[in-house]
């Protein structure tokens, strides 16, 4: 009787093509990744300083690809794997204590980190898409950093970060703390002074769609597709009054796949619709000079179930790109991406909303490597075939085998 061919048979075999000889192991990647550590700046006085920061940083980034999620597991992970680690690491003065390894990153540039990462990843993994990339750009609460005002402490606000993630590499391109006095609003160009957004597609939050912000798009010559909400109602009232149910056949019965497009998509047991329409009719605008760059308008109309039951939703966009519904729409579903695969896995994944480190600088360099192991995890996910947290139980699990066969995936 024949075997049955399995789905996991199938993926070992595939599997098999990236396993490393024991006897010839390559070390190269993690040599390349501890180099570019090294380039960070250390405010330690250098007689002092008992631990390499770089060796620090390396240990961080391998416990949390191997399922650690604070500091505690992370220097377990160390103790535990400390003979293999030395195959490319000094560990001079052994392994640091839990607080150690918080202490070394609190004193880490988060920006500087986060460069260094991003180059590693960039580095690594081969991107053959072509397409204009799409960075969305949204705020991330981590809730357990917050400390409730009592007798004894003031109340600590929880970390609030802006995070710029690319659509097309799958990664959290730059991270900027949102002051505990505002908001994001004055947080955007900031952001967007760090990031290279030329021939990029900027979306972010209706907060966000401020006259400021997109100017400061256009000037960095990326284009922007941004909602508008009632937090412009005049502006908001005039789209609604604009997208008429006439205008909207009129876009429909044209159908050209310029101005309209057509999805569906199944959801807990319903089919939602949604139709996209965009229009370089922006003349009737008066204040159309107002907003650099502004060259269409665009709607979602989006339809869930059926009968009496349905309902529907509308929502409105500005754009600095001419009539090309696909590449818009593509934005406008995009946009979630910054949610649904980067801060989701950050809490889901990897645990971040239950860290209770309180020094600020500390969690979010914690949360930057965090964001540089999902990237990778994901790039390996079409071959491991499972879902990131399995991965990294999968990673732990055998860790001395699997972590270079991970390497040889990500860099194939």
């Given at each position: ?14 599997l ?33 300083c008992k ?18 999620n604070?500091?505690?597991?992370i ?25 150690t ?45 917050h ?8 109340e600590?606000?929880s ?13 959290c ?24 957004i ?17 100017k ?54 319903n ?60 934005a ?14 950050l ?66």
């Amino acid at each position: 009787m024949k075997k049955k061919v399995t789905k996991f048979m199938i993926r070992e075999k595939l599997l098999k093509k990236y396993e490393v000889n024991p006897e010839k192991l390559d070390f190269q990647v993690l040599k390349d990744f501890k180099e570019k550590m090294k380039e960070l700046t250390d405010t330690r006085q250098p007689r002092k300083c008992k631990y390499k920061i770089w060796d620090v940083i390396v240990v961080t980034f391998l416990a949390i690809l191997a399922n650690c999620n604070d500091w505690e597991e992370i220097r377990w992970f160390a103790e535990s794997n400390r003979a293999w680690l030395r195959n490319f690491l000094l560990l001079s003065g052994g392994i640091p204590s839990a607080k150690t390894y918080e202490r070394i990153f609190s004193i880490l540039k988060p920006q500087e980190l986060e460069n260094a990462t991003t180059y590693f990843v960039e580095q690594v993994v081969s991107i053959f898409n072509q397409e204009k990339d799409i960075i969305s750009i949204d705020g991330k609460t981590d809730n357990g950093s917050h400390r409730n005002k009592t007798m004894f402490h003031e109340e600590v606000k929880s970390l609030n970060v802006l995070n710029a993630y690319s659509n097309k590499y799958g990664l959290c391109l730059a991270s900027e703390p949102i002051d505990k006095k505002t908001n994001e609003i004055p947080t955007i160009p900031i952001i967007l002074d760090r990031l290279k957004i030329k021939d990029t597609i900027i979306t972010w939050d209706a907060l966000n769609t401020q006259v400021k912000n997109v100017k400061k798009v256009i000037q960095l010559k990326g284009d922007y597709c941004v909602p508008i909400k009632s937090n412009h109602p005049l502006f908001y009232q005039e789209l609604q009054e604009y997208f008429s149910d006439d205008l909207l056949d009129t876009i429909r019965a044209k159908d050209d796949g310029i101005t309209y497009k057509k999805e569906y998509e199944k959801s807990h047991g319903n089919i939602i619709t949604y139709e996209y329409f965009q229009t370089e009719d922006i003349e009737w605008f008066e204040d159309k000079k107002k907003w650099a760059g502004l060259k269409s308008f665009a709607m979602v109309r989006k339809e869930i179930g059926e009968g009496k039951q349905k309902k529907v939703e509308k929502r409105y966009y500005i754009t600095s790109m001419l009539n090309d519904i696909s590449l818009v729409s593509k934005a406008i579903r995009n946009h979630w991406s910054v949610e649904n695969k980067l801060h989701w896995h950050l809490d889901f994944t990897f645990k971040q909303d239950e860290n209770t480190t309180m020094n600020k600088q500390a969690l979010l360099n914690l949360q930057i490597m965090k964001k540089l192991a999902l990237a990778l995890l994901k790039h390996a996910t079409d071959i491991y075939d499972c879902s990131l947290k399995f991965l990294r139980f999968r990673i732990a699990m055998d860790f001395e085998k699997e972590i270079l066969r991970f390497f040889n995936v990500v860099s194939r």
